[in-house]
């Protein structure tokens, strides 16, 4: 059964970091393109991130151009998302979604498209 599982959410101060991790179990997730996305109560998800099945290319949000970084660790099946100079705006849940065989990634991110979505992460930046 494919299965995607965030982590790495929490709470942080205004200005601090967090890595969210996005792994995969049930399937190779190096064959996929990944994106994460976000939603804060009342608003419509929002696509972030999107990272090709081959590292390349990449897709971000002006919304987080500079501050997020994609990457993945293909022996660990996992992406993560570094997120550094956090702001109150960047609460939300995240989530991680896997699309293939080889979607358009900026297509991915702004579409709101994946195959396997998973449960979510929560991120609070407050004080």
């Known amino acids: 059964q494919p299965q995607l599982v965030e982590s790495g959410g929490g709470l942080v101060q205004p200005g601090g970091s967090l890595r969210l991790s996005c792994a995969a179990s049930g399937f190779t997730l190096s064959s996929y393109a990944v994106g994460w996305f976000r939603q804060a109560p009342g608003k419509e998800r929002e696509g972030l991130s999107c990272?090709?099945?081959?590292?390349?290319?990449?897709y971000y949000a002006d919304s987080v151009k500079g501050r997020f970084t994609i990457s993945r660790d293909n022996a660990k099946n996992t992406v993560y998302l570094q997120m550094n100079s956090l702001k109150p705006e960047d609460t939300a849940v995240y989530y991680c979604a896997a699309e293939g065989p080889a979607p358009i990634i900026q297509d991915m991110c702004v579409m709101i498209r994946g195959t396997y979505w998973g449960q979510g992460t929560q991120v609070t930046v407050s004080s």
């Open positions: 990272i090709s099945a081959i590292d390349e290319p990449t």
